[in-house]
T-cell receptor, first 109, second 112 residues
Framework: GQNIDQPTEMTATEGAIVQINCTYQ??????LFWYQQHAGEAPTFLSY??LDGLEEKGRFSSFLSRSKGYSYLLLKELQMKDSASYLC??????????WGAGTKLIIKP | IAGITQAPTSQILAAGRRMTLRCTQD?????MYWYRQDLGLGLRLIHY???????GKGEVPDGYSVSRANTDDFPLTLASAVPSQTSVYFCASSQGVTGELFFGEGSRLTVL
């Protein structure tokens, strides 16, 4: 079967750096997405990786290793507004998105 | 403001009743999707449409139906609601099947 694994919950301190990991086993691979979802709101797009390596976008970076079935989202200079759930999703060989259950990130002052 | 509009935002429904969740997008995206999100689970695809006039079944299609008469609208119908359909429903769209998804604000449905 297809599976996306991410930690259920993480806690970090304001101003620090946090890395959220995602491992996947899917039928084929056509890209990996990270989305942010604040409580009670819709998911919003953060990043997309289709080739190995690091994609940087401001305070957020996303890394992909296709051979290891592994990605991480790196958040730097954490702010209280970064408290949210972070969803990892992989597009399989049929171009369907397989979603992880999300990682709830709690930021403490 | 361009985007996806869902209605209703929230609804309480008696079991056995019929319900249609509406979804409209003004981005002229080809592909549209309906997901449900339940606590502790990832987003699960109910139905999708890659282009107007076509629809397909996702991971959890039973008890739901969709139609795609035009590019902009993609309603989701529960023919006879059951309590297990209590969930938050998100409509989404993308430009083609490879693009990023844009989500509506969600419809919180409670079936009693």
């Amino acid at each position: 079967g297809q599976n996306i694994d991410q930690p259920t919950e993480m806690t970090a301190t304001e101003g620090a750096i946090v890395q959220i990991n995602c491992t996947y086993q899917t039928s084929g691979f056509n890209g990996l997405f990270w989305y942010q979802q604040h409580a009670g709101e819709a998911p919003t797009f953060l990043s997309y990786n289709v080739l190995d390596g690091l994609e940087e976008k401001g305070r957020f970076s996303s890394f992909l290793s296709r051979s290891k079935g592994y990605s991480y989202l790196l958040l730097k200079e954490l702010q209280m507004k970064d408290s949210a759930s972070y969803l990892c999703a992989v597009r399989d060989s049929n171009y369907q998105l397989i979603w992880g259950a999300g990682t709830k990130l709690i930021i403490k002052p | 403001i361009a985007g996806i509009t869902q209605a209703p935002t929230s609804q309480i429904l008696a079991a056995g009743r019929r319900m249609t969740l509406r979804c409209t997008q003004d981005m002229r995206h080809n592909a549209m999707y309906w997901y449900r999100q339940d606590l502790g689970l990832g987003l699960r695809l109910i139905h999708y449409s890659n282009t107007a006039g076509t629809t397909g079944k996702g991971e959890v299609p039973d008890g739901y139906s969709v139609s795609r008469a035009n590019t902009d609208d993609f309603p989701l119908t529960l023919a006879s609601a059951v309590p297990s359909q209590t969930s938050v429903y998100f409509c989404a769209s993308s430009q083609g099947v490879t693009g990023e998804l844009f989500f509506g604000e969600g419809s919180r449905l409670t079936v009693l």
